[in-house]
């Protein structure tokens, strides 16, 4: 059972305007949501926090959001947590190398963003190991 609470989305966006729609879709799906300026950060927290799911732009300074989505996969303390790419790059292959469970493309689109973190999060709670792949173009 999970804790009592909402869940916390944890995401990496510089742009400030982006920012305050993700804040929006994501506390109106009813989760919490924490923002962090940088890659390194963004490793730092989910293991402090072991977010519901993790979204990540590209381009964030000190590590960029691909290098971010790897390390994750690669720790064992952050290795179950859903990895969404969220990007104005045409990067879909490279965010599924880099073992993102989706990749999004900017614009955001409110109910596709939603959808995709609730049913990674869903498949990410009943334990299936297999790897789920969205792209929205």
């Not at 919490?32 to 977010?51: C, K």
């Not at 999060?121 to 334990?127: D, E, H, K, L, T």
Request: aromatic fraction near 6%; proline fraction near 6%.
């Amino acid at each position: 059972m999970p804790p009592p609470g909402p869940r916390v989305i944890l995401i990496a966006e510089r742009d400030r305007t982006v920012r305050e729609l993700q804040k929006q879709f994501v506390e109106e799906a009813g989760y919490a949501v924490e923002f962090v300026d940088d890659g390194e950060e963004a490793f730092v927290r989910a293991r402090e926090i072991a977010p519901a799911l993790v979204v990540t732009e590209i381009m964030l300074s000190k590590v960029d959001g691909l290098t971010l989505c790897r390390r994750l996969r690669e720790d064992p303390a952050t290795s179950k947590i859903p990895v969404v790419v969220f990007s104005i790059l045409a990067a879909s292959a490279r965010a599924r190398d880099a073992g993102a469970g989706a990749f999004l493309r900017k614009p955001i689109v409110g109910a596709v963003f939603i959808a995709t973190l609730e049913r990674l999060i869903a498949v990410n709670s009943n334990g299936k190991k297999e790897a789920q792949w969205a792209l929205h173009r």
